[in-house]
């Protein structure tokens, strides 16, 4: 059994001694809640966010059971994810159908080295409900071709390259805070170049959001990716607001404490809702 599906299975027979254990919902505000009211506030949004921490299994186990969630009481629930690129689309739609496996898929894409502990339990949740599932991301070399010679390098690539990357070219403002953060991670080496290849990816992955997003009550577009890259509504949430602002936003954190106990006051209001872990929780990797 594949590890989160075991942790998912303890959690299902022991959930309150684990909750109090190992991870609390809060809301942004930093109130206690649970998921049953988390859930219950996803229905006013279009598009909902899940902003995971890659190696850590309760945000995939929780990632998974909003999913289900969504499956079971929405009308059109459409999957996306940034960690399948857009000209992965092909292979994940052959996985989806049954006509390759998915090591096959894998070995076609070049997937995530955690996809088979992770990720594929969500597809799988796709597959057995036939709910659609798209590759959001920018290939990870178009990403690196604006980190190394900038935007303006993508403006050269055959027209038929391009269609798997945001209309160029993307809006770009420096100030966005999420952007100002790398700036000082980096300590000015690579200047603007290294937020811009995040942006390309919030760009791209936004892009794909509000093309493959159907509109009506109970349709909610549900998005998997690293928290950084929906924390405070910024990166795709603020390419969103861009490309489709009328689109109603929902974002989740997962946060790290060592003591789960009460919310940190540095990530209040990040998310609307924020699952804090035990910064002791195992990791997938």
């Known amino acids: 059994m594949r590890l989160f599906g075991l942790i998912g299975c303890l959690f299902v027979l022991f959930s309150a001694s684990a909750q109090d254990a190992a991870y609390k919902i809060y809301t942004g505000k ?6 049953k009211k988390m859930t219950k506030q ?5 598009v909902v966010f899940f902003g995971e921490l890659h190696d850590n299994p309760i945000a995939h186990w929780m990632e998974y059971e909003i999913g289900l969630y969504l499956i079971e009481h929405g009308e059109k629930i459409t999957f996306g994810a940034e960690m399948f690129e857009r000209d992965e689309q092909v292979y994940l739609d052959q ?4 006509e390759i496996s998915a090591e096959q898929f894998d070995s076609l894409a070049g997937l995530w080295n955690n996809f088979f502990t992770d990720y594929l339990p969500v597809v799988d949740l796709a597959k057995e409900y036939g709910v659609e599932f798209i590759a959001t991301n920018i290939t990870r070399k178009y990403a690196s071709q604006v980190y190394k010679q900038g935007l303006e390098s993508l403006e050269a690539l055959p027209e038929d390259e391009k269609k798997d990357i945001a209309p160029l070219p993307i809006p770009f403002d420096i100030n966005v805070p999420c952007y100002q953060t790398m700036l000082e991670m980096m300590g000015g080496h690579g200047g603007e170049n290294f937020p811009k290849a995040q942006a390309i990816k919030d760009a791209t992955m936004a892009d794909a959001i509000v093309k493959n997003f159907t509109s009506g009550e109970g349709n909610i577009f549900y998005h998997l990716n690293g928290s950084f890259h929906s924390d405070n509504k910024e990166g795709i949430g603020w390419y969103i607001n861009q490309y489709a602002p009328d689109l109603r936003i929902f974002n989740i954190a997962v946060v790290l404490q060592s003591d ?11 998310a609307d809702f924020i699952i ?6 195992t990791s997938t990797y």
């Open 30 to 35: 930093g109130k206690k809640s649970n998921f």
């Open 42 to 46: 996803i229905w006013d949004s279009d």
């Open 95 to 98: 996985y989806l159908k049954g």
């Open 260 to 270: 789960v106990d009460q919310l940190e006051e540095e990530y209040l209001v990040i």
């Open 276 to 281: 804090v872990v035990d910064e002791d929780m």
